[in-house]
């Protein structure tokens, strides 16, 4: 079971997929308190309850580009509080950055294939929920390419970088120095570097802050 049973309203115009993923969130012991199948649709239900978790696709009807990326940008601007995990097939540029340009966690995106591990898919919504923000690895690599060399990233050393964008994909120190079979002490190290390199507010969540500004460029 959860640490928590999270209300969510869910946006995907595939019936088959949007079925699926709604038996999955139950399982887990979730609320799927709508199921919608377009962007309009998705505004409309959250501004009339706002519930805990919007999870949505990013092409939707009726144009089937950026529809769902643009709802959930709204709703961030709007509903700041609202957890806001993307499903896509793909790398959406347009909206994205509006969508993280906030101060607060509380946001994912999600390659769709993530979706089929299952345990993966289920841990990542969580930490969304909790004010995280987990982004796919494909992502944070396309993400990495487009990178500003003039941007606040270009104080950080490579490895710095490094463990910054495992922070990204939602890793624990513990998880980040396995990966890069080095000491979790050599890890708060390099994080403590990068908060301070970022030179963030300490009123804030580093981690998360830290992240943003990863994923902004």
């Given at each position: 079971?959860?640490?928590?049973?999270?209300?969510?309203?869910?946006?995907?115009?595939?019936?088959?997929?949007?079925?699926?993923?709604?038996?999955?969130?139950?399982?887990?012991?979730?609320?799927?308190?709508?199921?919608?199948?377009?962007?309009?649709?998705l505004?409309?239900?959250?501004r009339k309850n706002?519930?805990?978790?919007?999870?949505?696709?990013?092409?939707?009807?009726?144009?089937?580009?950026?529809?769902?990326?643009?709802?959930?940008?709204?709703?961030?601007?709007?509903?700041?509080?609202?957890?806001?995990?993307v499903?896509?097939?793909?790398?959406?540029?347009?909206?994205?950055?509006?969508?993280?340009?906030?101060?607060?966690?509380?946001i994912?995106?999600?390659?769709?294939?993530?979706v089929?591990h299952?345990?993966e898919?289920?841990e990542?919504?969580?930490?969304?929920?909790d004010?995280?923000?987990?982004?796919?690895?494909?992502?944070?690599?396309?993400?990495?390419?487009?990178?500003?060399?003039?941007?606040?990233?270009s104080?950080?050393t490579p490895?710095?970088?490094?463990?910054?964008?495992?922070?990204?994909?939602?890793?624990?120190?513990?998880?980040?120095?396995?990966?890069?079979?080095?000491?979790?002490?050599?890890?708060?190290?390099?994080?403590?570097?990068?908060?301070?390199?970022l030179?963030?507010?300490?009123?804030?969540?580093?981690?998360?802050s830290?992240?943003?500004?990863?994923?902004?460029?």
């Amino acid at each position: 079971m959860p640490t928590r049973r999270l209300s969510i309203v869910l946006a995907e115009d595939s019936l088959l997929l949007r079925e699926g993923l709604a038996s999955i969130l139950d399982r887990a012991g979730h609320e799927v308190r709508d199921a919608v199948g377009d962007g309009d649709a998705l505004l409309a239900v959250v501004r009339k309850n706002p519930p805990d978790m919007v999870i949505t696709d990013v092409r939707m009807p009726p144009g089937h580009s950026d529809e769902g990326l643009r709802a959930a940008a709204a709703i961030r601007a709007e509903l700041p509080a609202i957890g806001i995990l993307v499903l896509s097939q793909y790398v959406a540029d347009a909206y994205l950055s509006s969508l993280l340009e906030t101060t607060t966690g509380g946001i994912g995106y999600l390659l769709k294939d993530r979706v089929g591990h299952v345990t993966e898919f289920l841990e990542s919504l969580d930490r969304v929920a909790d004010g995280g923000t987990v982004v796919d690895p494909e992502v944070v690599r396309q993400l990495l390419a487009r990178r500003r060399n003039d941007g606040p990233l270009s104080a950080l050393t490579p490895r710095e970088l490094e463990v910054l964008a495992l922070m990204a994909e939602g890793r624990v120190n513990g998880s980040i120095a396995e990966h890069l079979v080095v000491s979790e002490a050599a890890v708060r190290k390099h994080v403590g570097n990068i908060f301070a390199k970022l030179r963030l507010d300490e009123g804030l969540d580093r981690r998360v802050s830290a992240v943003l500004t990863y994923l902004r460029g």
